[in-house]
């Protein structure tokens, strides 16, 4: 549960983020500062993603691959596609 909660404060924070953008768009802001904005949520997006990759891969896929059998090469499976999507975004 406290990752949960600690998931749910950076999304927050992202979401502040992007109203912040919303608001410099609105405004006419110098585009360079709103792309240095976007940056800066692209990489808390990312950040995200990774801890929450790692946690799967700790939790679930690990749990998976000790049972073994069918649902061990489904996780795994999982998670190689969700880190070549990573990789590509």
Same mark, same amino acid.
């Given at each position: 549960?406290? %990752?949960?909660?600690?998931?749910?404060?950076? !999304?927050?924070? =992202?979401?502040?983020?992007?109203?912040? #953008? @919303?608001?410099?768009?609105? %405004?006419?802001?110098?585009?360079?500062?709103? !792309?240095?904005? =976007?940056?800066?949520?692209?990489?808390? #997006? @990312?950040?995200?993603?990774?801890?929450?990759?790692?946690?799967?891969?700790?939790?679930?896929?690990?749990?998976?691959?000790?049972?073994?059998?069918?649902?061990?090469?489904?996780?795994?499976?999982?998670?190689?596609?969700?880190?070549?999507?990573?990789?590509?975004?």
């Amino acid at each position: 549960m406290n %990752d949960k909660a600690a998931h749910l404060r950076r !999304l927050r924070r =992202v979401e502040g983020q992007v109203r912040g #953008l @919303q608001r410099m768009v609105d %405004d006419d802001k110098y585009c360079i500062d709103v !792309l240095t904005q =976007v940056s800066a949520a692209t990489s808390a #997006l @990312q950040s995200f993603s990774l801890v929450l990759l790692e946690e799967h891969m700790a939790h679930c896929v690990a749990e998976a691959t000790r049972k073994g059998g069918a649902e061990a090469d489904i996780k795994i499976k999982e998670a190689a596609e969700a880190i070549a999507r990573l990789v590509r975004s």
